[in-house]
């Protein structure tokens, strides 16, 4: 049971553009969400969280959007850039509970 | 990564031997999890502990796989007879407090990654 869902494997977009990463969940539980970028042969990084108080949560270039009556989050990274080209990984954690549920990724590619 | 460390990167093993992966969580941190990414696969929960006591050990393989986090020392994923199947990469993270407590962010190492032969 994937409770948490990252529907595209991988996405393209130019240098400069907007890239949107989606996720899924399933669990009304979940109450925390975060996002991580890795790199091949590297251990995902911390990129931005969300709460399930807020709706958005802005750091820099990422946003991330948050939709809890559609149980749906996303990550706007603009403008992006080359180095932007990684995969990406979004994961949720409900209070109480004691794991983070990470989706399949998402391989960005930005395109110079 | 902010200091999670695990050893060793690369690790080669026949099958049927044991393999045996280090983390030290970042300092302050006690609360360690570790994931396993297969290849092409997303990350998959394994287990998570606190010093001395494993709290979440539903994603662990129920045969050839154990982990500890003792008093003293880093925390150790060991894998017994080893096969095939087993090859992935395993990513250690650690937490200051356990995720119940909503607003915890986790951080990764840079990941061990065991090719069976």
């Known amino acids: 049971d994937q409770q948490v869902k990252q529907n595209s494997p991988s996405l393209s977009v130019q240098e400069g553009r907007i890239s949107i990463l989606n996720c899924d969940y399933t669990?009304?539980?979940?109450?925390?969400f975060l996002w991580y970028k890795k790199y091949p042969a590297e251990g995902p990084t911390f990129l931005i969280s969300i709460s399930s108080i807020k709706d958005k949560n802005e750091d820099g270039r990422f946003t991330v959007f948050l939709n809890k009556s559609a149980k749906h989050l996303s990550l706007h990274i603009v403008p992006s850039q080359p180095g932007d080209s990684a995969v990406y990984f979004c994961?949720?954690?409900?209070?109480?509970?004691?794991?983070?549920?990470f989706g399949t990724g998402t391989r960005l590619k930005v395109l110079a | 990564n902010a200091g999670v460390m695990q050893n060793p990167r690369h690790l080669v093993r026949r099958r049927g031997q044991e393999a045996r992966l280090r983390c030290s969580p970042m300092?302050?941190?006690?609360?360690v999890y570790w994931y396993r990414q297969l290849p092409e696969e997303g990350l998959k929960f394994m287990v998570y502990l606190q010093k001395e006591n494993i709290i979440d050990e539903s994603g662990m393989p129920k045969e050839r796989f154990s982990a500890e986090f003792p008093k003293e020392g880093p925390s150790i994923l060991r894998i017994q007879q080893v096969v095939r199947g087993d090859s992935a990469a395993y990513f250690c993270?650690?937490?200051?407090?356990?995720?119940?407590?909503?607003?915890?962010?986790?951080?990764f190492g840079e990941g061990s990654w065991l090719t069976v032969v």
């Open positions: 300092k302050g941190h006690s609360h």
């Open positions: 993270a650690s937490s200051p407090r356990n995720t119940g407590n909503s607003g915890n962010t986790i951080y």
């Open positions: 669990n009304s539980m979940f109450d925390y």
């Open positions: 994961a949720a954690s409900a209070t109480g509970g004691d794991k983070y549920i």
